[in-house]
């Protein structure tokens, strides 16, 4: 199984920006695809981006469109979340998360490797 830490949380001024870190230990990394989740108080757990394995190809939520960017670095065994013009609405705990299905899926339950999350505050 693969290991998740993410990294690079913190608190900023709305319509600042935040790059998001997690990396991943144990078995191959390029075997996984790779997603990011958000959880804020009292909600679910939602999705934000995904990312295929090769990352040739990305989704987001309609929420972070424009704003957010995913990428990976396979040789580094890492995958990032660049946030920008951010709003408090996007104050959560941000999980990474991994599985080896190809298929692309929003739900949380289809990702069966988690990290520990960071927590991003927006101030109005």
Same mark, same amino acid.
């Given at each position: ?17 935040? &790059? ?7 078995r191959?990394f ?6 990011? /989740? ?8 939602? /999705?934000?981006a ?6 040739? @190809? @990305? ?7 424009? &704003? /957010?960017?995913?990428? &990976? ?15 408090p609405?996007? @104050? ?11 298929? /692309? ?15 991003? @505050?927006?101030?109005?």
């Amino acid at each position: 199984q693969v290991q998740l830490v993410e990294s690079g949380g913190g608190l900023v001024q709305a319509g600042g920006s935040l &790059r998001l870190s997690c990396a991943a230990s144990g078995r191959t990394f390029s075997n996984y695809a790779m997603a990011w /989740f958000r959880q804020a108080p009292g909600k679910e757990r939602e /999705f934000v981006a995904h990312i295929s394995r090769s990352g040739g @190809t @990305t989704n987001y939520a309609d929420s972070v469109k424009g &704003r /957010f960017t995913i990428s &990976r670095d396979n040789a580094k065994n890492s995958v990032y979340l660049q946030t920008s013009s951010l709003k408090p609405e996007d @104050t959560a705990v941000y999980y990474c998360a991994a599985k080896m299905a190809v298929i /692309f899926g929003t739900r949380a339950e289809e990702y069966p490797y988690w990290g520990q999350g960071t927590q991003v @505050t927006v101030s109005s």
